[in-house]
């Protein structure tokens, strides 16, 4: 089992960054791929990333290419999300995910392993 918190949420002017944080603990760490999603007011739960357990792969969704950064610590147990240039349309809770994968979280929210409870993330115009 592995527990999943995340941290750094918060309200924001738009053109604004934040950084979000998914500390693990439970089980190893690694070989987990790690991911973060997103859900709106109203709206299905989203993909927004993902990095491979080694950290040396990332996809990202076509919405936030260029203004998100995903990336991990393996010796601190986190991932984290860099956020910048935020849009109000990412307002939304942001959830952190991990997998029993070497390379990538699920697209599918069903078939994600594990899940954090989220952090809002306001961004206003």
């Known amino acids: 089992q592995v527990q999943l918190v995340e941290s750094g949420g918060g309200l924001v002017q738009a053109g604004g960054s934040l950084r979000l944080s998914c500390a693990a603990s439970?089980?190893?760490?690694?070989?987990?791929?790690m991911g973060w999603f997103r859900q709106a007011p109203g709206k299905e739960r989203e993909f927004v990333a993902t990095?491979?357990?080694?950290?040396?792969?990332?996809d990202y969704a076509d919405s936030v290419k260029g203004r998100f950064t995903i990336s991990r610590d393996n010796a601190k147990k986190t991932v984290y999300l860099q956020m910048n240039s935020l849009k109000p349309e990412d307002t939304a809770v942001y959830y952190c995910?991990?997998?029993?994968?070497?390379?990538?979280?699920?697209?599918?929210?069903?078939?994600?392993?594990?899940w954090g409870q989220g952090t809002q993330v306001t961004v206003s115009s």
């Open positions: 990095i491979s357990w080694s950290g040396g792969t990332t």
């Open positions: 995910a991990a997998d029993k994968s070497f390379l990538r979280v699920a697209a599918t929210v069903g078939d994600v392993d594990y």
């Open positions: 439970g089980r190893t760490f690694s070989p987990y791929a």
